[in-house]
């Protein structure tokens, strides 16, 4: 079986700031790893994934994860957080056989101005 | 459209009575997914339908759940007998199906919230 934890319910960061929400995930063999955030009322959103190859990964919005194989972590990061960036973030796993993915609790991340 | 879409965006229906909620997914998309979504958690995986069959159910909690894709597109979830601890946001997601069966991206709709009264 896969899984993800974010240790993390809920993630403070003043604007202009570094960023970075954690996870770490069990699966047998190796894991496809995503994350997506979620603003109300609205449905998730794909931010970035890891298949294979190099482990700093880039996607939308400026967002970035890097996948660390022996810590089975795969924090995502952003070197200048934005207000707007304020949302719920999900990491999920899928293992090498399956289709589903299986989420993380979520974490609530929070920009100030 | 240009994305997944999802009606009724909200339900409110009564114990025991019957729903069914509604998926369009991207076009051309031939892998369907249905996930709930409980308050305060992560979505949990449902179904997951490769053109017009289900190719994993194992994630349905009992009986009273069911989903059918008849033409390989459209994809409605049914759900008999409503119970409260049903009440939750429902989401759809589509991605292309390819047959390598690779780890695509799932792209999600915006969901059908339902309240079991």
């Known amino acids: 079986a896969q899984s993800v934890a974010q240790p993390e319910d809920q993630v403070n960061v003043a604007e202009g700031n570094p960023l970075t929400v954690k996870c770490t995930y069990s699966?047998?063999?190796?894991?496809?790893l995503f994350w997506y955030v979620q603003y109300p009322n609205r449905g998730l959103q794909f931010l970035l994934k890891?298949?294979?190859?190099?482990?700093l990964v880039k996607g939308s919005y400026g967002f970035e994860a890097e996948f660390n194989k022996s810590q089975t972590s795969f924090h995502l990061k952003k070197p200048s957080a934005l207000v707007s960036d304020s949302a719920l973030y999900f990491c999920?796993?899928?293992?090498?056989?399956?289709?589903?993915?299986?989420f993380g609790k979520g974490t609530s991340l929070l920009v100030t101005p | 459209g240009a994305g997944v879409s999802q009606t009724p965006s909200n339900k409110v229906t009564e114990k025991g009575k019957y729903v069914e909620l509604r998926c369009d997914p991207i076009?051309?998309?031939?892998?369907l997914y249905w996930y709930r979504q409980s308050l305060g958690q992560g979505p949990e995986f449902l179904i997951y339908?490769?053109?017009?069959?289900?190719?994993?159910d194992s994630g349905l909690p009992n009986d009273r759940f069911f989903a059918v894709r008849p033409e390989g597109s459209v994809s409605t979830l049914k759900i008999q007998r409503t119970e409260r601890g049903d009440s939750a946001v429902y989401l759809c997601?589509?991605?292309?199906?390819?047959?390598?069966?690779?780890?695509?991206?799932?792209?999600f709709g915006p969901g059908t919230r339902l309240l079991v009264l």
């Open positions: 997601a589509s991605s292309p199906g390819v047959a390598s069966g690779g780890p695509e991206t799932q792209y």
């Open positions: 699966v047998s063999g190796n894991p496809y």
């Open positions: 890891y298949i294979t190859g190099d482990n």
């Open positions: 999920a796993v899928r293992g090498f056989s399956g289709y589903a993915l299986n």
């Open positions: 076009s051309g998309h031939t892998a």
């Open positions: 339908f490769q053109g017009t069959g289900a190719a994993d």
